[in-house]
């Protein structure tokens, strides 16, 4: 079965991701996203049976390197290279408004 995104599609697809499309934009999309589909009907008719799936890309496991602390600043140190600070802190733009 092929499946083909037209504009109604692009409007919905837009909507739920909060963008909003000119319509060169919309035509663009459209474009893209037929290509897309258009390649995966075509990944679809490759046979992969006996193929078995890719889990990870290495046969590794869990490797990790060791922590280890390799050099220590100060506290005022820290502070040094800070756009803004009091005596102890980093200051920052308020970001919450708790109303």
């Given amino acids: 079965m092929s499946m083909t995104i037209d504009e109604e599609a692009v409007d919905i697809i837009a909507h739920l ?37 890719l889990v990870y890309m290495t046969d590794e496991v869990n490797v990790l390197r060791e922590d280890v602390v390799k050099a220590e600043i100060t506290h005022q140190e820290a502070l040094q290279n800070a756009p803004k600070r009091d005596d102890d802190f980093f200051l920052v733009p308020k970001v919450i408004d708790l109303k």
Wanted: proline share 3%.
């Fill in 17 to 53: 991701a909060r963008l909003e499309l000119s319509g060169d934009e919309k035509q663009d999309m459209i474009k893209d996203m037929n290509k897309i589909l258009d390649f995966m009907a075509k990944l679809n008719e490759i046979n992969t049976s006996g193929v078995e799936p």
